[in-house]
């Protein structure tokens, strides 16, 4: 009989729980559904895991999202990477993401920036990524030739900021490139 009371009192307690845990995601908006999809998908790519990112890719685009980011952790590291904003189109069943990506190529220290616009289509199985184009700022993050930066040319000699001292002499040095007297 003890074995008969222990079920009754297991699955009583067991119900309320199972209901809850089930309803608990059911709630979730498609605004919302859409934002952790997007969210997902760019964290998982900014470290490396491409699997689990692809999870959040339409199969028809997931060769050109492999293909893109075959230079990731090769010739570009990437720095960061964050969700600008969200756009809905087509009675909220298409959306726009506006991703902001901060890389490095790996020869190369200047951090650069890169907007990508992906588009993502709410189908059975979630939010896909279906399509994504580089919107603004530095070329290279998808692959091809970084851009020197064009603010500084590359014959620029280096100054330092500050006199070197070194050790065992009474005066400092004069900073390389500087001509002023002291």
Known sequence: M???????????????????GATGCA???RPARMREAASELNLNARFGRMEMASEHVAPEAREAFFKRRSVWGGRVRIVDSELVGIRFEKDDSEARA??????????????RTTTVTQTFKDKRNGW?????EVAGGDVGLFGGKA?????????????????????????????????SAP
């Open 2 to 20: 003890r074995p008969l009371v222990l079920a009754l009192l297991l699955s009583a307690s067991a119900a309320p729980a199972l209901t809850l």
């Open 98 to 111: 506006t991703v902001a990506v901060a890389w490095q190529p790996v020869d190369d220290g200047d951090l």
């Open 128 to 132: 896909l990524l279906v399509s994504e």
């Open 147 to 179: 851009a020197a930066p064009k603010d500084v040319p590359k014959s620029a000699p280096r100054k330092n900021q500050f006199d070197t001292i070194r050790l065992g002499q009474g005066e400092p040095t004069k900073p390389s490139g500087d001509d």
């Open 27 to 29: 709630g979730q908006s």
